[in-house]
């Protein structure tokens, strides 16, 4: 355990901050490494390229047109617009269309009708088209000249052959390179600085609530169950917040249920153990206290102590979902009949059954006649001054409605839900509650849902109460009587 506790320690995942601001941090040297490459590497190839697909798309246009007479016209108007030097001659170096782009420096300045032929002859022979880039150094002012020189030697479909020579100038791209670096340099200190703050800002505002939480959690995990978390943040951690808040509340009512427990089990057990050992010390110390009437104390508070540990087995057993049901088909209302005949020692009380005929279920019998001894005793409990408790056998259509009437002082409608709750007492401080363990209602409960039957409670402060539960009614039962 320890050395694992160790290995998760030392194997500490990044916090969000770091996260984020590493995040940033590679997108931003990803960006900022794109655009050096582009802008600065890749600008003078990019610039060629564009310019030589340029002149390819001028040569194309003035193909097109070499027949015709306003060829000279088209070749005018490409000469200005593409920026381009234009020679087109024929086979023998015979020019019949020759424009300079501009008053600049051109190649094609003073080309004579042999170098034309030449051009035409070896263009010819590397198979009609010749693309070339030159870079001279001109004579005066020690300026560079770049550019591109183009060539193509075609038939027309009227049978002349012909040579175009197209030439342009590559404008120079280091002054261009030079003032993009300085901007890219500036870029990149502004990027760095914008996302560095960017980073902090967002990982603070993701990171605070969610650290806000986990400082909340750890307390909760201590056993701190009021703790609240904020729920604040982005929409997830809002909604964990909410659903952490849920569970501490529940925890803390689990938590107040289980003290409560303690505290009334404790005390339970501890009344009628101190009865059972004050009686019996009278009893050994004081020869004339050994009456069957001291001793029927004894059994009582036994029995007292045997059903509150009963109680509380038989509820353990129903939650952890271990107990089986022992389905048989059997006679509900006689059983009940059975049950009533227990309580005829309490002579004061009074249990009229109303039934009309046997109904047959098919249910775990003993745990049902347990449900109706929680219900009759409860009854008892709370009893009216009449003292009497009726109950009830009603066939609605395919089920069976038992209930068990008292006129006693009734459940506030506020606490009719609490009521089926574990160790729920309606008064602690009511004398008569302190006789119940808070569990029966909770046993009625856990059985009827076993056996997907139905359950309730109407009550009126004052006038008393008749809890109900409703089971299928087997239907093969022999014919009413
Ligand atoms: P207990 O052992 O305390 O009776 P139960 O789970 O059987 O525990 O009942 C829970 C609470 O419901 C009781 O403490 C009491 O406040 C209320 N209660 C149950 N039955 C009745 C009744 N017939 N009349 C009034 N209150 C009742």
């Known amino acids: 355990m320890k050395a694992m506790e160790k290995l998760r320690k030392n194997r500490k995942p990044w916090g969000i901050r770091s996260q984020v601001l590493l995040g940033f941090g590679l997108f931003i040297v990803v960006i900022l490494v794109l655009l050096w490459v582009f802008q600065i590497t890749l600008l003078g190839p990019f610039y060629k390229a564009i310019k030589?697909?340029?002149?390819?798309?001028?040569?194309?246009?003035?193909?097109?047109?070499?027949d015709q007479d306003s060829l000279e016209d088209t070749a005018k108007s490409l000469a200005?617009?593409?920026?381009?030097?234009?020679?087109?001659?024929?086979?023998f170096g015979r020019p019949f269309v020759a424009l300079k782009a501009s008053e600049k420096y051109s190649r094609l300045d003073g080309i004579t009708s042999g170098d034309l032929q030449n051009i035409y002859a070896e263009v010819n022979l590397q198979g009609g088209e010749q693309t070339e880039t030159y870079h001279t150094q001109l004579f005066w002012g020690g300026e560079t000249s770049e550019g591109i020189l183009y060539a193509r030697t075609l038939r027309t479909p009227e049978g002349n052959n012909r040579l175009i020579?197209?030439?342009?100038?590559l404008t120079p791209v280091d002054s261009t390179v030079e003032t993009l670096k300085v901007q890219l340099l500036c870029l990149t200190v502004v990027m760095v600085v914008l996302g560095v703050s960017m980073a902090f800002f967002l990982s603070r505002r993701i990171?605070?609530?969610?650290?806000?939480?986990?400082?909340?959690?750890?307390?909760?995990?201590?056993g701190q169950y009021q703790i609240r978390f904020q729920e604040q943040g982005c929409r997830e951690t809002a909604e964990l917040a909410g659903t952490l808040n849920y569970a501490a509340n529940e925890l803390s009512k689990v938590e107040g249920l289980r003290q409560e427990l303690l505290a009334n089990v404790s005390h339970d057990l501890r009344t009628p153990l101190t009865?059972?050992?004050?009686?019996?010390?009278?009893?050994?110390d004081l020869p004339g206290e050994n009456t069957p009437e001291n001793v029927q104390i004894i059994i009582d508070e036994t029995e007292r102590l045997t059903n509150l540990v009963n109680d509380l087995l038989d509820l353990s057993r129903l939650e952890a979902g271990v107990v089986e049901l022992d389905k048989t088909r059997f006679d509900l209302t006689s059983s009940i009949r059975a049950i009533l005949t227990r309580y005829d020692k309490l002579a004061d009380y009074s249990f009229p059954f109303q039934a009309q005929g046997d109904?047959?279920?098919?249910?775990?019998?003993?745990?049902?006649?347990?449900?109706?001894?929680?219900?009759?005793n409860n009854a008892v409990t709370y009893a009216g001054?009449?003292?009497?408790?009726?109950?009830?056998q009603q066939v609605l259509g395919d089920r069976v409605r038992i209930s068990v009437s008292d006129t006693g002082e009734g459940i506030p409608e506020d606490k009719l839900q609490d009521i089926w709750e574990r160790y729920y007492k309606v008064d602690k401080e009511h004398k008569r509650a302190q006789i119940g363990t808070g569990l029966g209602l909770s046993i009625v409960r856990n059985i009827l849902d076993m056996h997907g039957g139905s359950y309730g409670v109407e009550s009126e402060v004052g006038k008393g109460?008749?809890?109900?539960?409703e089971l299928p009614i087997s239907p093969d039962e022999p014919a009413l009587s």
């Open 52 to 66: 030589t697909a340029e002149v390819e798309r001028v040569a194309q246009t003035l193909e097109k047109s070499l």
């Open 80 to 91: 200005i617009s593409a920026n381009t030097s234009i020679v087109i001659s024929d086979e």
């Open 359 to 376: 109904v047959y279920v098919i249910a775990d019998e003993l745990k049902i006649s347990q449900v109706v001894y929680n219900l009759v």
């Open 465 to 469: 109460s008749t809890f109900w539960f």
């Open 207 to 222: 990171s605070r609530p969610i650290s806000a939480i986990n400082d909340s959690a750890k307390l909760l995990g201590q």
């Open 275 to 284: 009865m059972i050992k004050g009686y019996s010390e009278v009893m050994r």
């Open 385 to 392: 001054a009449d003292k009497t408790i009726t109950l009830r």
């Open 165 to 169: 020579l197209l030439e342009t100038e």
